[in-house]
């Protein structure tokens, strides 16, 4: 088995991932795929840490999963959002890129 | 495990909001889309659960009780918990959605209208679940169905290219701190072996893995409650989006962020208090005052309404903060008076720049020239919210800021810095509100004159311009070009900013002993 802290290494290293590419894209899809990878990893670490709950506490093994699952979701949701929104502005624009859709200034 | 009456009757005020979402999309379903029926009946849906609010929060007992059934989301302690405080949330929540709701049915009528209400009403929700949250992850799940909601209003208005920008930069700004505090809550998660917030009041501080899992939460909530590091989305968004839903989201959901903040430091304050000691405190009371002046200082030099609004909104969050900063129940009473009042003042500031287009006023600040003059009603009322955010004596905004720095004096200490901190920066507040005031009741022959060079708010006015005293029949053009609900909205919210503001004895006795419940007695 895996050891605890090489996953939780794991799932830190794919949030730091999905930051860099949040701060370095300017692709909105790119950026959507990039915080599906934040949530992603914090998933991993709910399951990691049910799957090594201490052993007879089966409360805390299950609700680990669970919550991954609510999660998982949840993502989907956001995503589903994410894409109604880039269509949107896509129609306006013609363009996916964020940094063309600076009318707004900083 | 079945459910019993009592137990599904504590739930009253999220039912009717949820029936009220329904209803809504049936409506859309049977081809309604006036803004009279649809809007009025949100309203009517939103006061009867404030109403259910204000009669539990006379009637509740004192002690918190947890009602859903242990291990449900896998917590020991069950996910929801009834207490004071959090009734005291819903109501000022369901204020900020009704205030929305009744302004907005003055808006012009089409096919989105069922999507604003529903999506309202749906945020509300959401904003009802998290005051009652006891548990981590119900809270962050909460957020997100306001965060969810509010993403799609902001973009609503699907043609107009600002409002669009505006729903993508919220979009990116909300997604990613969902996903940091939902990292944070994984981490805490590990830590401890739960993620109920009455546990982690209890629990020891046994490693740095909690501290950081607490920090990203707190990114993640700072996020929606704009403090300061996190703050730069705020004013594009509250800018872009339209009048009614930027009204909203100052007044709403911002106020959620800062009471997911209030709920979750409260048990990371205990927590650390011995570990970290003073540090925690320190980091909470610079970030406060980190928060009000980057806010005040940017609010001075803006241009237009909107974004000057903004800023003052994100100053705003920093005195709030100084509430859980304190740590005292004195100064967590201030702060919600203080976030009561923000909900009245910045609800109503939104609201009246939303009407400033059937008025004939433009974007920028000095296109208030003469309105004290020429529609007395709404100048009126504008110039009382004005005074309310720069504190001054007679107004609920003074009253929530005198409490607040008050608390902060009564800790003593290091928290004197803090009220003095906050003492000067609402000195310099007062720079930008005066401005609009004297823009606004600027003599008569100064105003005409630039007023001439702006034909749609001349050809409002009418003929002979202005009189010196205010007479009826500029009230009723007034009443007509800001729709009657608009009109008495804004009215209504000046007149409760004056009488709370004189008389705020019940609702600081409700506050405090609420907050000494919350802070003593456990979530």
Known sequence: MIPLDELVLFSGLLFSLGIFGVLTRRNFIMLLISIEIMMNSAILNFIAFAAYSPAGNSLLEVSGQGIAVVLIGLAATEVALGLAIVLALNRIIGSVDVADAMQLKL | MSFDIPSIAQYTPEATVFIGVILVFMLDVAGIRSRAII?????IFLLLAFLQVLADLGSWPLQGLSTLPAGLLGTQNGPVIFTNFGLIFQGIFLLSALLVALASVSEADGEEVPTFYALLSLAALGMLFVAISADLIFLLLSVEITGIATYV????????????EAAMKFYIIGALSTAISFFGASLLYGAYGTTSLTAFRALPANSSLALVGFGMVAVGLGFKATLVPFHMWAVDVYDGAPASVSAFLAAGSKKMGLFGIFIVFVAAVRIFA???????????????????TVGNVMALEQTTMKRMLAYSSIAQAGYMLLGIAIDTPAALAGATLQITADVLMKAGAFIVVGAAVGLGVGPLITDWRGVGHSRPGIGASFAIMLLSLAGMPLTLGFVGKFYLFFAAVEAGGYFTLLAIAGLLNSALSVFYYARILRYMYMPESTGSATVGAHPLSHS????????????????????????????????????????????????????????????????
């Not at chain 2, 809007?39 to 309203?43: E, F, L, Q, Y």
């Not at chain 2, 209003?153 to 669009?164: E, F, L």
């Not at chain 2, 003073?278 to 928060?291: E, K, N, Q």
């Open chain 2, 39 to 43: 809007g009025g009946a949100t309203s």
């Open chain 2, 153 to 164: 209003m902001v973009g609503y208005t699907r043609k107009d290219r600002r409002a669009v």
């Open chain 2, 274 to 292: 011995s570990a970290q000691g003073f540090a925690l405190y320190l980091a909470l009371g610079a970030l406060a005052v980190i928060t009000m």
């Open chain 2, 460 to 523: 409002s006015l009418g003929v002979g311009n202005a009189p010196a005293a205010p007479a009826w029949g500029s009230v009723r053009d007034e009443i007509r070009g800001t729709g009657s609900a608009r009109w008495a909205t804004v009215v209504g919210i000046a007149l409760l900013l004056l009488v709370l503001g004189i008389y705020p004895t019940p609702i600081i006795g409700a506050m405090n002993s609420a907050a000494q419940q919350f802070l003593t007695l456990g979530l």
